[in-house]
């Protein structure tokens, strides 16, 4: 492919035009912001100092009435709303697991929906949040990929996720609270729900550069980790323009499972994807790539494989998430043994890598790695039809 060639999915964002009637303000970026601001008829002497205003009402205090804005004059607040909305897409459904996932349904501009996780743990809550409605990968162990691909999310409905999450669990401060007072819930972010993050490129890093902006959200940019399956085209435009912690979705160690597993390393094989990934931590300072690595009973879970591995990431400062693999309905895999994934882990471990195994969270509410799918897309395949794809019937 000729390195001018475009590799994102962007034409499917929808909607592209602005909506009749009010804009939403809501991801739009501090330039897109200013500029909506001066076509409205704010002077443009007074366009960079309203924006930082109206920036720390919508995302640091979480206010979406423009009436409640107070160090804006009441003629404005005035102008503003008859012009402008603040606006999150919609939580249909929330389903709460027994360990404290929360899962929340979230219906989009179109009718279409996507999911949300929300998962806290002792030393932190990490949201995952969703990129596409859908995916177009169709990685054969994943249910989402199941799934068509409808299209991508507009950069206010990335961000929007974040801010629907934080309204749920009274995350934004009381009037008269200063940033830091209240406890932080969702301390980190991470791309790893609904969608190929890298095949909707432009609305990620604008979503993003909002979640970091320091007058904000102000999360870190080493608390956001972006997960690809291997889009090798864009992972050092990432390191440049968000430069954000980076995951793989690796779960093969040769070519020929990898095909089959992410059917993306057809495109980009691994010798590929390890050489763009060998530059990724000199570009972004981040300090290790993450391997995702899904266990699967008889596919990918030999000593062969756990050695080909450390193998194949040599040079590259990474550690290696093993992920026991989630059932869901027609799953044409089993998840590995625990003994073989324990045995997996210390050979990973004892070559010098972290090889931390990822506690399933939200299985009961199909909420796990893995799982999501947007409830009214859920017609299921037959695990035979599934099976017949993918080469294992």
């Not at 902006?213 to 399956?229: A, K, Q, Y």
């Amino acid at each position: 492919m000729p390195a001018s060639a475009p590799v994102t999915q962007d034409v499917l964002t929808i909607p592209r035009k602005l909506p009749e009637g009010p804009v939403n303000l809501v991801g739009l970026t501090r330039e897109g912001l200013r500029e909506a601001l001066i076509e409205a008829g704010t002077p443009e002497k007074q366009a960079r100092m309203r924006v930082g205003q109206i920036w720390q009402w919508i995302y640091q205090k979480g206010i979406r009435d423009f009436a409640e804005m107070t160090n804006l004059s009441k003629a404005y607040r005035a102008e503003l709303a008859e012009k402008f909305v603040i606006e999150v897409p919609e939580v249909v459904k929330r389903d709460v697991s027994a360990d404290g996932t929360r899962k929340y349904l979230v219906r989009i501009a179109g009718g279409h929906e996507v999911e949300t996780v929300y998962i806290p743990e002792v030393d932190r809550g990490t949201l995952c949040i969703s990129s596409q409605v859908g995916c177009t990968l169709t990685c054969s162990f994943c249910h989402t990929g199941t799934q068509k691909l409808v299209r991508n999310l507009t950069a206010g409905e990335i961000i929007g996720q974040v801010m629907l999450a934080r309204d749920d669990l009274d995350e934004w401060p009381e009037p008269g609270e200063g940033m830091g007072e209240r406890p932080r819930l969702i301390s980190n972010i991470v791309l790893m729900g609904m969608g190929e993050p890298l095949y909707n490129f432009e609305n990620v890093r604008d979503a993003m550069k909002i979640a970091m902006d320091g007058e904000g959200i102000s999360l870190s940019r080493r608390r956001i980790t972006l997960s690809t399956s291997g889009v090798v085209p864009e992972i050092a435009r990432t390191a440049e323009e968000i430069g954000c912690m980076l995951a793989v979705s690796f779960h093969g160690t040769t070519d020929e499972i990898r095909d089959r597993l992410v059917p993306i390393n057809k495109k980009w094989p691994i010798s590929e994807l390890l050489d763009a990934l060998r530059a990724y931590p000199k570009l972004s300072n981040s300090e290790r790539i993450t391997f995702e690595y899904v266990m699967l009973k008889d596919v990918n879970d030999s000593d062969e494989d756990a050695r080909r591995l450390v193998k194949l990431i040599q040079g590259i400062p990474a550690k290696i998430n093993l992920i026991p693999f989630n059932e869901w309905p027609g799953a044409p895999y089993e998840r590995s043994d625990w003994e073989r994934i324990e045995r997996f882990a210390d050979i990973v471990y004892k070559a010098g890598y972290a090889s931390p195994i990822r506690t399933p969270r939200g299985e009961d509410i199909m909420a796990a790695c893995g799982q999501l799918k947007s409830a009214t897309e859920r017609a299921r395949k037959s695990r035979a039809e599934i099976a017949a794809e993918t080469g294992l019937g």
